[in-house]
Nanobody
């Protein structure tokens, strides 16, 4: 059974940093892309950052320059380093893996940024 296990969420003050990780049991050979999404209360889920097998990345405009997505192939793990956090970054963050064209989601981890 495919698993995505997220960790690293929590409560932080504005201006602080957090790092999220997503460990997956999906074989790297079948992954088309991996990414982080977030959903704030009352809002739609939105893309935060995405990384493809060749290492290409793209970010939401709101997080460019503050967040960094990376991937460690040997551990089948993806990371999201979040710096200069703002209250507007408060949301549930979801790990996403696209495997052979099919989207797989993690359970989500809460990130709360206090002002």
């Amino acid at each position: 059974q495919v698993q995505l296990v997220e960790s690293g969420g929590g409560l932080v003050q504005a201006g602080g940093s957090l790092a999220l990780s997503c460990a997956t049991s999906v074989s790297s050979l079948s992954i088309n892309a991996m990414g982080w999404y977030r959903q704030a209360p009352g809002k739609q889920r939105e893309l935060v950052a995405r990384i493809t097998p060749d290492g290409s990345t793209n970010y939401a405009d709101s997080v460019k320059g503050r967040f960094t997505i990376s991937r460690e192939y040997s551990k089948n793990t993806m990371y999201l380093r979040m710096n200069s956090l703002e209250p507007e970054d408060t949301a549930v963050y979801y790990c996403n893996v696209v495997r052979n064209g099919v989207s797989i989601w993690g359970q989500g981890t809460q990130v709360t940024v206090s002002s």
